[in-house]
């Protein structure tokens, strides 16, 4: 099932030591299938592609990872057994198509350092090839994202849905991304606290040793879409043995700086950003309203901010493009020639 979770926090801190302090997340899926020409107007969503246009997915996966990316997110956000299910497939097709989203990450990944190899878009180390470090994050998107009536940005799921009924929902996908060949499971676009806890404790309960990370939703800056308070949902996550990292996504820029102080307030794991172009969703059309959006200089001003006030792990989430992508990695890698220069400096003197 991958490393241990007792090992869990040595895995994430040595990826982000091989990444150089801090790694780049992927950006917006969506939105780079619908420019390859998909039509996602469908209840799975991006997922539709893993039915329909398997060599679309794979192509997104290698835009962001020649982007600068360390982590591709997998096809899967959207993709449930009960969604499956719904358009026909029986049970063992929607779980093959679960197992297939990591199948074509790993091989974009492999396809990605074989073209390094050939083009020495790499380097050596004690005589070694070392090409830049890529995990393949297995997505899990909420309960709400299954829905697809747009409760996943409110968190509203109505009283009759329990903690039991959540986990019961999720176990089976979990078990199959577990085992899926995934470097890590990405728990995605959490917008309340129970649906957290019902991920940690169907963790603890499968006993997954795959590590995850949480990433959670916000609307307003100080909690997340349901509600409730930022601190308390990452204090769930800080409590997860599995949980080896924990932020938040699809959440616009301007919300993220004062999430990241109230998540650092509640546990030392990484946090990771990755929110999206600061446009909003409007469930009733299921579109985005650009009106509000951010160009990609703009966003991207923010990382720094973002740096400096603990996150390490950075990307883009809705409407963010592989463009959004490089101009992260070129700020960041900025701040840190920056940063060197003065720290060299300084010891000089």
Not at 193 to 216: D, R, V
Request: charged content about 25%; aromatic content about 8%; proline content about 4%.
């Amino acid at each position: 099932m991958g490393p241990a979770a007792e090992d869990a926090p040595p895995f994430m801190l040595d990826f982000l030591k091989r990444c150089g302090g801090h790694a780049l997340i992927d950006g917006g899926f969506a939105t780079e299938l619908e420019r390859h020409g998909a039509n996602l107007n469908d209840p799975l969503w991006s997922a539709k592609c893993l039915i329909t246009s398997p060599q679309l997915v794979r192509r997104v996966h290698l835009d962001y990872l020649e982007a600068g990316a360390n982590i591709i997110l997998t096809a899967s956000y959207q993709a449930t057994i009960q969604g499956f299910e719904a358009k026909g497939l029986s049970r063992e097709e929607a779980e093959n198509l679960l197992k297939r989203s990591v199948e074509i990450a790993c091989e974009a990944r492999e396809i990605y350092e074989d073209k390094c190899t050939k083009d020495s878009l790499n380097f050596t180390e004690n005589g070694r090839i070392v090409t830049r470090p890529v995990l393949v994050a297995a997505s899990v998107g909420s309960y709400g994202a299954y829905l697809a009536d747009g409760s996943e940005y409110s968190g509203d799921y109505g009283d009759a849905i329990t903690i039991e009924t959540l986990k019961e929902f999720h176990r089976r996908r979990v078990q199959i991304l577990a085992n899926s060949g995934a470097d890590i499971i990405a728990f995605e676009t959490i917008p309340n606290k129970l649906e957290a806890k019902a991920y940690a404790e169907l963790l603890e309960e499968e006993n997954i040793t795959t590590p995850a990370w949480f990433s959670f939703n916000s609307k307003d800056g100080h909690n997340v879409v349901s509600g409730d308070p930022m601190v308390d949902c990452a204090s769930v996550a800080d409590s997860c043995k599995q949980v080896v990292a924990v932020g938040i996504n699809c959440t616009p820029p301007r919300y993220i700086h004062g999430l990241i102080t109230s998540i650092k307030k509640v546990t030392e794991k990484p946090v990771l950003v990755y929110p999206n172009s600061g446009e909003t969703y409007d469930a009733d059309c299921k579109e985005w309203v650009p009106s509000t959006g951010v160009v990609d200089e703009d966003f991207v001003s923010y990382v720094g901010k973002w740096r400096e006030a603990g996150a390490l792990l950075f990307g883009g989430c809705c409407r963010t493009t592989p463009n959004t992508i490089r101009a992260i990695s070129r700020a960041l890698s900025n701040k840190s020639c920056a940063c060197s220069t003065l720290s060299s400096n300084v010891n000089n003197k």
